[in-house]
């Protein structure tokens, strides 16, 4: 299991953040979520063996957020 967090951008509001909780979750392999909407921050914790990074990435690119490298 990899942990990591990913800073993204747009996120004005707590629906913001449901959303991006949402569109993350329903990546495979992606085992838990959580969305810190003040640090504009979200930590994911994911079987590398499913998914990657990149996947969720663009998960969140999808939603209509950017994620900053
Ligand atoms: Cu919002």
Same mark, same amino acid.
């Given at each position: 299991m990899t942990q990591e967090i990913i800073n993204i951008n747009g996120m004005m509001c707590g629906h913001c953040q449901a959303t991006v909780e949402k569109a993350i979750k @329903? *990546? %495979?392999? *992606?085992?838990n979520v959580k969305v810190d909407?003040? %640090? %504009?921050? @979200? @930590? *994911?914790e994911y079987d590398d063996a499913a998914t990657d990074m990149s996947k969720i990435k663009k998960a969140v690119t999808d939603a209509g957020y950017e994620v900053v490298v």
């Open positions: @329903a *990546v %495979k392999g *992606v085992k909407l003040e %640090k %504009k921050q @979200a @930590a *994911v």
